[in-house]
């Protein structure tokens, strides 16, 4: 279970390198297969199979090696909660933005705590509309989160992006909610007496007054807001 660990860790927090190492050694096989003459059979047969078999690691750790190490740690993991404690820049750069380093501090199902780290790009996060061609959220400095991580190597971490308990998950999983009703607000502040933008904006709120990701104190401003836009459409 231990090599398992390191294995998938591996694939996640090294992915190109490690289809660089394989596809060395694709290439290696290859250079000796072919310099095998046609008589050695079973020496070509097995050769080939070989590089049948590195190839379609290298393609398998290429697309699906994130999602295998998400699912492995999703069976196997067990539940905490971590910190970001400080970032820092890296020389890397994602679509123009520069990516961070993170350095983290993990609190284990036991009670100890655990010091790690994660950069933008190596992060694993489960739960959040993750995109291909962007990165995805990440708690900020300070922000609390909610992990699953493997007991022998708890550096092998996913972030539980869905948990509303933390901060960070509520962030999350609002955003969407948030990110419509910033524009049914807009367009109900321009014309209030649109009927179609103030049962726009209502559905809006009563989304965010039911979701359990909002806290108390924002759930009794769209009330209020409710309210009015209520007094509004009489």
Not at 14 to 32: D, F, I, Q, S
Not at 47 to 55: E, M
Not at 115 to 139: C, K, R
Request: glycine share 8%; charged share 20%.
């Amino acid at each position: 279970m231990l090599l398992l660990d390191y294995l998938f860790y591996i694939i996640r927090e090294y992915r190109m390198l490690t289809c660089l190492g394989l596809g060395v050694g694709a290439a290696g096989l290859l250079v000796w297969y072919g310099k095998l003459s046609p008589g050695q059979y079973q020496a070509r047969l097995w050769l080939g199979r070989g590089l049948k078999l590195l190839l379609l690691l290298t393609l398998t750790v290429l697309f699906f090696g994130r999602v295998l190490s998400r699912a492995y740690v999703l069976r196997y993991g067990q539940p905490g909660t971590g910190v970001v404690i400080s970032s820092s820049p890296t020389i890397a750069t994602v679509n123009k933005h520069r990516v961070m380093a993170r350095k983290t501090l993990l609190r284990l199902a036991d009670g100890r705590s655990y010091e790690t780290s994660f950069d933008d790009q190596s992060a694993n996060v489960y739960g959040a509309n993750e995109g291909w061609n962007h990165l995805a959220p990440l708690p900020a400095t300070g922000q609390p989160f909610a992990v699953r991580y493997l007991p022998h190597l708890p550096s092998n971490f996913l972030i539980m992006a869905d948990d509303e308990s933390t901060a960070f998950g509520q962030q999350v999983q609002c955003q969407p909610l948030r990110l419509q009703y910033a524009e049914a607000y807009q367009a109900w502040q321009f014309a209030k007496a649109n009927p179609d933008y103030q049962q726009q904006l209502t559905r809006c709120l009563d989304a965010l007054i039911s979701s359990r990701c909002i806290p108390d104190d924002e759930r009794a401003q769209y009330r209020e807001l409710r309210k009015q836009v209520h007094t509004e459409r009489q």
